[in-house]
T-cell receptor, first 115, second 112 residues
Framework: GAVVSQHPSWVICKSGTSVKIECRSL??????MFWYRQFPKQSLMLMAT?????????EQGVEKDKFLINHASLTLSTLTVTSAHPEDSSFYIC???????????FGPGTRLTVT | GEDVEQSLFLSVREGDSSVINCTYT??????LYWYKQEPGAGLQLLTY?????DMKQDQRLTVLLNKKDKHLSLRIADTQTGDSAIYFC????????????FGAGTRLAVHP
C-alpha cells in the first residue's frame, strides 16, 4: 500500500513552453501533498504544500506564478512549470501524507530538461 | 532556523554494520525519518521514530534517538550491496501538515 505515482517520469521541453507534472496517490486519499525539487547530488528542497480544495502554500523564494499547483481531488495534485527556462531543469518529486498524517510517501520523481 | 545535518559519505564492507548519523535543531520535532534514494528514483520511506521513543528496530534497521543531543542514527546490520544508496534523515516540523526538513543525504557505498 501507500503508492504514489508521478507522470511523466521524464520530459524534455523547449524554453518558453509549459509543462504539467501529475502526482497521484494510488491506494489512499491524500489530503496533503508536497512538491520538492532536487538538484544533482543535493537534498530535496520543499517548494510548496498542497491541500485538497485550497490554494497551495509556497515556500519562501518559490514563485507561485511560475510553479502552478492544483490539488483538485484527494488523489491528484499537479505542478505546472510555466514558461520554462533551462534553469528550471531539475528533478521534481512529489509526496503525499497518509490519512494519519505522519507517514509521507514519495513519488518516483520527474526529470525535467528545458532546452 | 531549522537545520538537519548529515555526514556526506560512508563506505563499508559487505556484511559489516553501517551507522549513519544525523543531527537536527528543532527540539519540537514530532517524528524523525530515514529515507533511501537509489539513483534516478524517488525516496523510499525506510523507517521513522516518534520523538518520545529512544529506539526502534525493524529487521536489519535500528534507529536510535538521543533527544537531549538532538542526534539520530540509523544502523543497518549485515550491509549488502543492495543497500548502496543515499540515505536522507528528515525531521517533521511542528505546526501541522507534516512538513519535512531534509538533511543533505549520506551516500553509502558497500564494497566486497
Amino acid at each position: 500500500g501507500a503508492v504514489v505515482s508521478q507522470h511523466p517520469s521524464w520530459v524534455i521541453c523547449k524554453s518558453g513552453t509549459s509543462v504539467k507534472i501529475e502526482c497521484r496517490s494510488l491506494d489512499f486519499q491524500a489530503t496533503t501533498m508536497f512538491w520538492y525539487r532536487q538538484f544533482p547530488k543535493q537534498s530535496l528542497m520543499l517548494m510548496a504544500t498542497s491541500n485538497e480544495g485550497s490554494k497551495a502554500t509556497y515556500e519562501q523564494g518559490v514563485e507561485k506564478d511560475k510553479f502552478l499547483i492544483n490539488h483538485a481531488s484527494l488523489t491528484l495534485s499537479t505542478l505546472t512549470v510555466t514558461s520554462a527556462h533551462p534553469e528550471d531543469s531539475s528533478f521534481y518529486i512529489c509526496s503525499a501524507t497518509n490519512p494519519q498524517g505522519y507517514e509521507q510517501y514519495f513519488g518516483p520523481g520527474t526529470r525535467l530538461t528545458v532546452t | 532556523g531549522e537545520d538537519v545535518e548529515q555526514s556526506l559519505f560512508l563506505s563499508v564492507r559487505e556484511g559489516d554494520s553501517s551507522v549513519i548519523n544525523c543531527t537536527y535543531t528543532d527540539s519540537s520535532s514530532t517524528y524523525l525519518y530515514w529515507y533511501k534514494q537509489e539513483p534516478g528514483a524517488g525516496l523510499q520511506l525506510l523507517t521513522y521514530i516518534f520523538s518520545n521513543m529512544d529506539m526502534k528496530q525493524d529487521q536489519r534497521l535500528t534507529v536510535l534517538l538521543n533527544k537531549k543531543d538532538k542526534h539520530l542514527s540509523l544502523r543497518i546490520a549485515d550491509t549488502q550491496t543492495g543497500d548502496s544508496a543515499i540515505y536522507f534523515c528528515a525531521e517533521s516540523m511542528s505546526g501541522g501538515y507534516n512538513k519535512l526538513i531534509f538533511g543533505a543525504g549520506t551516500r553509502l557505498a558497500v564494497h566486497p
